[in-house]
């Protein structure tokens, strides 16, 4: 996807006015990494292959963490399409993952961001911490938002050149694995209502790492994003990170599948 850099022609790093971690009523980790959930420490989570069950770290290892990473810094949203293969395969296991409903054809579910990889919080992370599902929620909540105070860009895009009747749309770029979870944090969304001059917003996450919208009314605009999304999708393919070709319109505060045949 080199060609993308081509087609910038002008970025604005948006100072988001989220508020603050301790004014979020969540299970956060403290200053010192730690944090409590009902009473409960958070546990530490070993990346390698030799740790324990779902890599949850035993009680002698909560005492010698090193080479552990703390639970509740490193759970963060992940935005799946509900027919994922590997989705419904666990499912229908006796471990299916958390998740909850975001859209039509689109879920949230929880990774835990274990450095070389991305392991999915299920039931047996539940059971073998003490968390709640109310808990997984928050946190990663909280730590998307931590993400986006910490580095988010958006960037205009013109694609005028390649198309005369086409107008700008946005991209925003923050992380190279949850730039559409950004969709669940709705202080970012009425600053992009400011940036795109309008409160009824359409977006595309056509990769696991993209995430684009426009102002659903600028019709140029919109027909633009969604075409540029389409040749994505089906770009993004050969990667194996293609997500979703469907789009998305915000209204209200809440998301909806956009149906061509629907005004």
Not at 8 to 24: D, V
Request: overall charge negative; charged content about 20%.
């Amino acid at each position: 996807m080199e060609f993308l850099k081509n087609i910038f022609t002008k970025k604005a790093i948006i100072e988001m006015l989220l508020p603050s971690p301790n004014a979020i009523r969540t299970a956060i980790a403290d200053a010192d990494g730690f944090g409590t959930s009902n009473g409960k420490q958070w546990p530490l989570i070993n990346p390698s292959a030799s740790a324990g069950p779902d890599g949850i770290a035993n009680e002698e290892s909560q005492q010698q963490p090193e080479g552990y990473i703390n639970l509740g810094q490193n759970i963060f949203p992940v935005i799946k399409t509900n027919d994922d293969s590997n989705i419904q395969t666990t499912l229908k296991s006796d471990n299916p993952i958390l998740y909850d409903e975001l859209a039509e054809g689109i879920i949230v579910t929880y990774g835990i961001d274990l450095e070389d990889r991305i392991e999915m919080v299920a039931q047996s992370h539940l059971k073998n911490s003490g968390l709640s599902h109310r808990d997984i929620k928050l946190v990663a909540e909280r730590n998307i938002r931590l993400k986006i105070n910490q580095n988010c860009q958006v960037s205009r895009l013109d694609l005028s050149g390649q198309i005369p009747e086409a107008k700008p749309f946005f991209q925003v770029e923050m992380d190279s694995s949850y730039n559409p979870s950004v969709m669940i944090v709705n202080e970012f969304w009425s600053q992009a209502e400011k940036i795109a001059g309008s409160s009824l917003l359409a977006v595309s996450i056509p990769a696991k790492n993209l995430l684009f919208f426009s102002n659903k009314n600028e019709i140029q605009s919109f027909v633009a994003m969604k075409a540029f999304a389409q040749q994505l999708y089906k770009a993004s393919k050969t990667d194996h990170i293609e997500l979703t070709s469907d789009t998305y319109i915000r209204k209200n505060g809440k998301w909806t599948l956009f149906l061509e045949n629907a005004d």
